[in-house]
């Protein structure tokens, strides 16, 4: 039986969604810079740009997940605290494995 997980970051939902909002239109701003042949370099900070939207998405993620779910389920003690906490450890690992 899987029980279903209240997301942590609920109240900045909104946030989080313009900013994935306006990170898919920088991805459509670089599918047409392709399309249009546009120079190397200009791609390239393009991308970076987007990388690093993404990594705000994530940090932001993380640190809603820490402060909700990791420090409410520190705060009950016992093995539900020690599974969040090596939860979070495996999704920080996760998050900084991709740079």
Do not use: P
């Amino acid at each position: 039986m899987s029980m279903v997980k209240a997301a942590g970051y609920l109240d900045e939902k909104d946030a989080i969604l313009k900013r994935l909002s306006r990170i898919e239109g920088q991805v459509r701003g670089l599918q047409r810079m392709v399309e249009d042949e546009a120079y190397c370099i200009d791609v390239l900070t393009q991308l970076g740009a987007v990388s690093s939207a993404l990594d705000r998405v994530g940090l932001a993620l993380l640190s809603e997940h820490t402060n909700h779910c990791v420090r409410d389920a520190v705060a009950g003690g016992g093995k539900q605290a020690d599974e969040k906490v090596d939860e979070l450890l495996a999704a920080v690992e996760r998050f900084s494995r991709v740079r």
